[in-house]
């Protein structure tokens, strides 16, 4: 069963990230942060979810799966926004899953396709 985690902020991030030390696959969400109804204030991200979560449901055993709340949309589109300029996260649009510690990611519509997701989650070509 694929184990899950969640992330609010570029800070905690990072904190959760330095000590995440495991040999198994880990997969980042990035997505807007949750309001106070429950959904993103990113209208894509609320889109998404469903076909995320279908599809995360079938990652591989034992990997990680990190969903990070980037922050309110004035954070988000500030050009300077962390995510937006880090090497490691090179965020330019939401939703976005990456295979951390490569340069694999699905962005935008392409988190409306199940099956592309499933193929993100469980292509082994490192």
Partial sequence: MVIKHHVTGYDKFLEFMEKLKVDEPIFVLYSGTKLDNGKSWCPDCVEA?????????????????????????????????PFRINPKTKLSSLPTISRWG?????????????ELIKMLLHDDDD
């Fill in 49 to 81: 979810e469903p076909f995320i979560e279908e599809a995360v449901n079938t990652a591989p055993e034992n990997s990680h799966f990190i969903h990070v709340e980037v922050g309110d949309r004035p954070f988000w589109k500030d050009l300077k926004c």
């Fill in 102 to 114: 490569t340069q694999k990611k699905l962005e935008g519509e392409h988190l409306l396709d199940v």
